[in-house]
């Protein structure tokens, strides 16, 4: 995951959550995902493995909706 943002620039906060301690706070089914949690601390959209292709079309979405 560190490689993917890495690679791709990313500058949003991420998370690694090897033990799923914080997947299950936020009733994320399954690993790995993307989780998307908005300003108040609600779960706005789960997603499961993305390339670079597939996540900017996903954001600009998520953020046209906020």
Request: glycine share 6%.
């Amino acid at each position: 995951m560190l490689d993917f943002i890495s690679r791709h620039g990313l500058t949003f906060p991420s998370l690694r959550d090897v033990a799923g301690d914080v997947f299950a706070r936020y009733d994320v089914p399954f690993q790995p995902a993307w989780v998307f949690i908005d300003a108040d601390g609600k779960v706005t959209k789960v997603q499961g493995s993305l390339d670079a292709e597939s996540l900017v079309p996903l954001i600009d979405e998520l953020l046209s909706n906020a």
